[in-house]
Structure formats: structure tokens, C-alpha cells
């Protein structure tokens, strides 16, 4: 177990009046943050979390962003949640289990109808981690496996989900790692955040050729909650498969995990059709089917 950083002295000094006084060691303070989390969807704000804890904001915040960077915590737009080792602890692969069942029937069927590599992966931090790989006779080139894990900014899969975060978070989380894999790969954060946004205006479908290996080419979408990415999906082939033919299929089963997983998503809202993406060269009809979006304009 990797051990956390040692507190500057500053915090072990007599307590402020009527302020309990603090735990003295890092271990403790740590238990202290983790138990505020008392179940596995709690969202907790630094605020929330030092009202708890009694613990200084500064001290909270400092601990907080530790516990994220090893995966006991997971910072989200809206609050931070049990991470991977948390909920791993309880005898779950990761707290992802929920997420495999209800994708595995879409991406046995998207393999079956592509005869491509079908991937399912969540973000941690600044990688995709995968969670599922289903292939045919091409799964022997593409050099991914379960439980592996990539930079996200180089995947079809990563993007995906990185551009339904607050441009400020993928900054905080993508930042540092960013760099390049191949002469393809996106090499600094305006950049990445260009091509999100063109992600968004596609509501939310992702394209990779050769940005994480050469010669490989991926089309991703998310499986998205009320709170934002859960997962991605994606199909790859080799960087001369025209993904355009079956972005339709990856946007559909994506969304149909959505619903799965959280099934008053849609409640309410009227679809329609995006009828047109710039740059895109679909047809309509396929447009109709790639692009249903409600109301707000924000859902695959």
C-alpha cells in the first residue's frame, strides 16, 4: 500500500478554540475522511468533507487530492466519491461490476454484427482503465487487455468521456500526463480541448487513428449518468476502416448502457435529430440514427 505524504508540521499545532483538537497522525486523518463516505454513491464537497471531519480546509484539501491520486477517492464535477481501491476493498471489481453486466450482451453484439475488437473502459484520473474486451480474429493485434490501462487523451475512449468533465477538471486531471504516444497523438492541453469540444459538437462520438498505437483506429461514446461519464465503449479496427459505418452502432449501444443503468434518463424529453455536424459526411438517415439529442442538446 503506497503511503501518504507526511503532513507539514504547521497542522499539528494547538487547536484553534472550540475546534476539536486534530487526529495526530496522517493514517488517522485519512480514516476520518474515508469514513464521512458512508456509502458507495455518496458525493461529498471539500467543504462537506472538513464540516465532517473538523479537519482545517487547507489539511482536507491536501488529503483529499492524495486519496484521488492513488484511487481511494475519485474527484467528480460534482463532489468527490469512493474510488477503485474503496470499493474494491468490498470484493468488487473496482465498483465497476454493475457497469460489466449491464454492457456485456451490447458488446457481444456489436462484435458479432463488425467483426471488430469491441473495448468498455471507465476514466481514472488521466488513463483509461479497461474493463472488458471482446474480439474476433483481429483482438490478437490490438495490444490492449483487461484491467490494462492507456493515457486517455490517446484514446478514442478517453475522449469520450473526458468531454463530458468541466474543461477545469480535465485540466487537473490530464494535465501532467499529457504527451505524446505517436506523431498523431495530441500533445498539449489546447489542443485536447479543441478537439473536445468538436466531440461535444458530434454529441459526444469520438474517433482516434493512430493517436495511442499505429495503424490502429478507434470510435468511441459514452455511457453517461445524471452525473456525468460512467464508462465508454468502443470499436477498433485498423486505420483504414471507414468508422463512420459503424459510429451508429457504437452511439446506440452506448446509449442503450445508459439507459440500462440509470432508466428515468430520458424522462421528459422529446428527441430529435441532429441534422448536421461540421465536417461530417454521413447521410441523413445515418444522422438520424448517430445523433438523437433531447432538448437541452446534450444526450446521445
Known amino acids: 500500500m503506497t503511503v ?4 507539514p508540521a504547521a497542522d499539528s499545532a494547538a487547536p484553534a478554540a472550540g475546534r476539536p483538537e486534530l487526529p495526530p497522525s496522517m493514517v488517522e486523518r485519512m480514516t476520518l475522511i474515508l469514513d464521512a463516505f458512508d456509502g458507495r454513491s455518496t458525493r461529498l464537497t471539500l467543504e462537506d468533507v472538513a464540516r465532517s471531519t473538523h479537519l482545517p480546509r487547507s489539511t482536507a484539501h491536501r488529503i483529499l487530492d492524495q486519496l484521488v491520486r492513488l484511487s481511494w477517492l475519485e474527484h467528480t464535477p460534482f463532489g468527490y466519491r469512493l474510488g477503485r481501491r474503496a470499493l474494491g476493498l468490498g470484493g468488487r471489481d473496482g465498483g465497476f461490476e454493475e457497469i460489466r453486466v449491464a454492457a456485456a450482451p451490447l458488446l457481444h453484439e456489436l462484435q458479432i454484427k463488425t467483426g471488430m475488437v469491441v473495448h468498455l473502459a471507465v476514466l481514472e484520473g488521466a488513463e483509461v482503465y479497461y474493463l472488458d474486451k471482446v474480439g474476433g480474429r483481429f483482438a490478437g493485434t490490438v495490444p490492449s487487455r483487461v484491467g490494462g490501462r ?5 484514446t478514442a475512449l478517453g475522449k469520450s468521456m473526458l468531454a463530458w468533465i468541466e474543461p477545469e477538471q480535465v485540466d487537473v486531471q490530464v494535465g501532467r ?3 505524446r504516444l505517436t506523431s498523431r497523438t495530441i500533445g498539449d492541453l489546447s489542443t485536447l480541448h479543441q478537439e473536445l469540444n468538436r466531440i461535444r ?3 459526444g462520438l469520438a474517433f482516434e487513428r493512430g493517436e495511442c498505437f499505429p495503424d490502429i483506429s478507434c470510435v468511441a461514446a459514452a455511457i453517461r449518468g445524471p452525473e456525468g461519464p460512467l464508462a465508454s465503449i468502443s470499436l477498433v479496427g485498423d486505420a483504414r ?4 459505418k459503424v459510429a451508429p452502432l457504437v452511439v446506440d449501444a ?3 448502457v445508459s439507459l440500462a443503468l440509470h432508466p428515468n434518463l430520458e424522462a421528459g424529453r422529446r428527441p430529435r435529430a441532429v ?5 461530417a459526411t454521413w447521410s441523413p438517415q445515418t444522422l438520424d440514427r448517430l445523433l438523437v439529442a433531447g432538448e437541452n442538446g446534450d444526450w446521445l
Do not use: K, T, Y
Open 254 to 256: 452506448a446509449r442503450q
Open 150 to 154: 492507456a493515457p486517455a487523451h490517446s
Open 4 to 7: 501518504l505524504a507526511a503532513e
Open 177 to 179: 500526463a499529457i504527451g
Open 275 to 279: 441534422r448536421s455536424v461540421a465536417g
Open 201 to 203: 459538437q458530434r454529441r
Open 241 to 244: 476502416m471507414p468508422l463512420e
